[in-house]
């Protein structure tokens, strides 16, 4: 079907849970994140991947979209807001995850840990989630990407920071 929005941001970051069909296809938007940690980088790195989520979960949580559906009653837990996130190469730490979720009252679900891979596994989870005959053609869809979670100190880190920002404000603004 051809009559889902699709807008394209910036994430790049096994087995939980799938997106929810009927109650969360009805309004808000279903969010498709990917989580790269990269097995053969140490712990610095790492961390700077999960800086980078909470950043955008906190832009997410700040952004004009989201307060203005709170604004109507929708709230955390009723699916206004729902990110998908797929995870790739290191083992991923799924109890941080929901608990920064949480905190930004953002219902979050693991689709699927990886071993290898890279972003067009969790692009195929959002085609596949559009296809659907049960997704409403009125919820917004996203692919967020976390710009500099893998190439993050390589001469170009401000430069990925500041399109990260722009374009993960950009996403969310009305």
Not at 112 to 118: I, R
């Amino acid at each position: 079907r051809d009559t889902h929005s699709l807008v394209v941001g910036t994430v790049d970051v096994v087995a939980d849970a799938a997106p929810q069909t009927n109650e969360d296809a009805a309004r808000g938007f279903s969010i498709f994140y990917n989580i790269y940690l990269d097995k053969e980088e140490g712990t610095q790195k790492t961390e700077k991947a999960y800086e980078i989520i909470e950043e955008q979960l906190v832009q997410l949580a700040e952004s004009s979209s989201l307060l203005d559906l709170r604004s109507r009653g929708y709230g955390y837990g009723s699916n206004d807001v729902i990110l998908n996130y797929n995870s790739i190469g290191k083992p991923f730490n799924t109890t941080r995850m929901q608990a920064m979720c949480a905190q930004h009252r953002i219902t979050c679900r693991h689709l699927q840990h990886y071993p290898k891979g890279d972003e067009a596994l969790t692009q195929q989870s959002l085609w596949d989630y559009c296809r659907r005959e049960e997704t409403s053609p009125s919820r917004v869809v996203v692919y967020l990407h976390p710009k500099g979670s893998f190439h993050a100190d390589d001469g170009h880190g401000a430069s990925q920071h500041e399109w990260r920002q722009r374009h993960t404000t950009a996403v969310f603004s009305r």
